[in-house]
């Protein structure tokens, strides 16, 4: 397959087919996973970046529904999206890899769209535990989580207020409900603004990866973790074919 993303990264660039493994949440990743064992129940991880961060949204999504013995979750996905990024072709190519049926995983990932930080803030304070209660869901995903609070017309100091409430809440809710939360987030590095909110959302994360670009393609770097040092891995991006990252 040669499925191609709006933002260029060939899916069988970062795709791994499942493989047995005792992995809470692998990325399915296999040269990541070598050395980032995965999500745990109970983590808030944010990944910084794009535009590998959305294409790993949509991989987790998929993945939490494997079993656990595939480095899954067994899970239902809420998936909730604050920068209208959703794709449901790309979705369904990654299901496809993993020799499932699009429809079925589609139907297993429960999307609310918010527009505005008001819609987010609302999604988080008010439904998300009741949607998580409901489905027995451990994995939630919040896209583009700093996006909507950047708009114009929401006053400075009211949005921090609520996003460093929201953040919190967050966390209580992935340590409450023993459900792993992943978030993305790209930076805006001539917005203090933007750096502000990234403070909160950085400071309040119990797992940070950061995605840059390197000479050799992507440098991953791990910034937080409850066990392990930050460290920085190159790798190979869309130069490379998906052998090199599938492993035996």
């Given amino acids: ?9 060939p899916l069988r660039t970062v795709i791994a087919l499942p493989k047995e493994t005792n992995r ?11 050395v980032f064992h995965g999500f745990q129940r109970g983590d808030f991880a944010v990944l910084v970046g794009r535009p590998l961060c959305t294409l790993l949204l949509f991989l987790l999504s998929v993945r939490c529904q494997l079993p656990f013995r595939k480095g899954g979750l067994n899970s239902r996905a809420v998936y ?7 794709d449901l072709y790309a979705v369904s190519a990654i299901a496809q890899e993993y020799g499932l049926e699009p429809r079925a995983v589609l139907e297993k990932i429960l999307i609310s769209r918010a527009f505005t930080a008001h819609q987010l803030t609302e999604l988080v304070f008010e439904k998300l535990e009741q ?13 583009d989580i700093t996006e909507l609070f950047l708009d114009r017309d929401v006053p400075k100091t009211e949005g921090r207020n609520i996003f460093l409430k929201m953040t919190h809440h967050l966390s209580e809710i992935a340590s409450g409900r023993r459900a792993v939360i992943v978030t993305s987030y790209t930076p805006r590095p001539y917005s203090s603004e933007s750096l502000f909110l990234e403070s909160i959302l950085l400071g309040r994360a119990s797992i940070v990866i950061r995605f840059n670009e390197s000479q050799c393609g992507l440098k991953f770097t791990l910034e937080e973790h409850p066990n392990i040092k930050p460290y920085s891995l ?6 490379v074919t998906m052998d090199m990252f599938v492993e035996d």
């Fill in 1 to 9: 397959m040669s499925y191609k993303f709006s933002f260029g990264i």
């Fill in 131 to 143: 949607i998580l209660k409901r489905h027995r869901s451990k994995f939630v995903v919040i896209s």
């Fill in 24 to 34: 809470v949440l692998a990325l399915g990743i296999p040269k990541l996973d070598e």
């Fill in 234 to 239: 190159d790798v190979p991006s869309n130069a």
């Fill in 80 to 86: 909730i999206d604050g920068g209208n990024r959703f």
